[in-house]
């Protein structure tokens, strides 16, 4: 994939990132949504998401794939007052329950919320 992290005169680049984060007890939605190539932290962020195990690649419509390190619902996804972090690149799509993100994950969600806007959603409004 080293060919997407090629930079102007023509190469592909990193294209988006959506990070869409849900739950908690307050049941609110926030979005960050983040053009890498047109970032000031475009390599940092680049480089952090193809690094990551993305799940092999959803047919569109299908839900995130679960990538934490037990069963969807378990850990974290799903649980009572937790949040749960869609996270979607043109690498793939995947879903952690908030116990669940950690290490490369979350470094790169602590990443693009620093310099992305979150854009609050609210439930069942797509994106």
Known sequence: MSECGSSGGG???FGR???ARS???AGLSLVWDLDI??????????SQ??????????ADGAEPAHVGPGEAGAGGAGQADRFVYEIESRYGRAR???T????????LVDTVRQVAEPQRRTPGAGQ
């Open 11 to 13: 190469g592909v680049g």
């Open 17 to 19: 990132i959506v990070i």
């Open 23 to 25: 739950g908690g007890f």
């Open 37 to 46: 190539d047109a970032s000031s932290l475009r390599e940092e962020i680049g």
């Open 49 to 58: 998401v193809t690094r990551l195990p993305w799940p092999s690649t959803a």
């Open 96 to 98: 952690l329950g908030e």
């Open 100 to 107: 669940e993100l950690t290490g490369e994950w979350r470094l």
